[in-house]
């Protein structure tokens, strides 16, 4: 039995933690692996490569993934299953894990449906995917956001500015949230809740008024900005909004309203890249070899997922059904301290 592996959608830190665990834990058994590269494009085009564990040694500490990834979709592309089964025939693969976000898992759940034997392992810095509590890349990416603030915050002071931070996440606030949680922002701005710019102007200026000549704004691309639109680079070559552009539009809008000079830092995919932290070392760690012995115990049609602090399998179509919007009540323990 061979099991394939391959990494598609947008790429985070901890994905090639994964890919060990998953060849570690396979070989083990005395199974094959097979890499798939550039994602479904692999499987599409014929491009495969066999893994052993050689392969994969020193990879926890590597951002990014190995195999390669992309957003090419068999049934966009392609036909569905016909299209990829000649590659899983020649590879020999009998069962196939897919690292992905929702869009990539949804794929892999109609495959499934469609008669592959796959296994889900859920990774994105958005955190969205409904089955898990949380996913791959997330507390990275969070990471990089505090350490941003962090240094935001200094130079925000030194020139008592209204400093701007736009963050990714697409439709849900889960990065903003925890990061600006964790960076002590006097704002957080998520698209789960409708923001009022002229309040938020009023509580940053009576701030400045008690004294604290600076305030820090976290902003999620997916929240509407003052105009009321969604700001978008338009679409990519899948259909899908390139979300970005708030942070501007909403550092404008406070200048005009307070009055104070601000400034924007769109973080970007600085988000996505480097070493993952310790958390998702173990979380791709733990989130492969189950997702492995999954696989070869014959469980297809399932994700692995954290509930708690317990990594359990989940059905696959139902974990990625709908995307999983931050909670507002999340806010409730920052909002203690906005300006
Ligand atoms: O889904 C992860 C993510 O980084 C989003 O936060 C962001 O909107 C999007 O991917 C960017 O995608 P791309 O790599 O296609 O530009």
């Excluded at 990471?143 to 935001?152: E, F, G, N, P, S």
Aim: charged share 20%; hydrophobic share 40%.
């Amino acid at each position: 039995m061979a099991i394939g592996v391959l990494t598609a959608g947008g790429d985070c830190p901890g994905l090639n933690a994964a890919i060990r665990a998953v060849v570690t834990r396979a070989t083990a058994e005395g199974l094959e692996v097979v890499g798939i590269e550039e994602g479904w494009n692999g499987l599409l085009e014929g491009r495969t490569r066999p893994l052993g564990r050689d392969d994969v040694r020193g990879l926890l500490r590597k951002g990014g993934t190995i195999l390669g990834t992309s957003r090419i979709d068999p049934y966009i592309h392609g036909e569905g299953l016909p299209s990829i089964s000649g590659t899983l025939d020649s590879a020999r693969i009998d069962s196939l894990v897919v690292i992905g976000g929702d869009g990539s898992l949804r794929t892999a759940a109609r495959l499934g449906e469609d008669g592959l034997d796959v296994v889900g392992i859920p990774k994105t810095i958005d955190n969205d995917i409904a089955g898990t509590d949380v996913s791959i890349g997330f507390h990275t990416a969070v990471q990089i956001v505090v350490d941003a603030i962090d240094r935001l915050t200094t130079t925000a002071e030194s020139h008592n500015r209204v400093m701007v931070v736009e963050v990714m996440g697409r439709t849900a606030g889960w990065i903003a949230a925890a990061a600006g949680l964790a960076g002590g922002a006097e704002a957080i701005l998520v698209p789960e809740v409708a923001v009022d710019y002229q309040d938020l102007a009023s509580r940053i200026v009576a701030r400045h008024d008690r004294g604290h000549h600076y305030s820090l704004v976290v902003v999620a691309e997916g929240v509407p900005g003052p105009s009321g639109e969604v700001h978008s680079a338009g679409v990519d070559a899948y259909g899908f909004a390139r979300l970005g552009g708030v942070g501007s539009a909403v550092s404008a809008r406070l200048e005009e309203l307070t009055g104070f000079e601000s400034r924007v830092t769109t973080l970007g995919y600085l988000q996505r890249g480097g070493s993952p932290t310790s958390y998702d070392r173990i979380l791709g760690t733990r989130f492969g070899v189950k997702a492995a012995e999954l696989a070869f115990g014959g469980r297809g049609g399932m994700m692995v997922a954290l509930k708690g602090d317990e990594v359990v399998p989940v059905d696959l179509g139902e974990a990625c059904r709908e995307v999983r919007r931050l909670d507002p009540s999340r806010l409730e323990d920052a909002a203690w301290f906005f300006a």
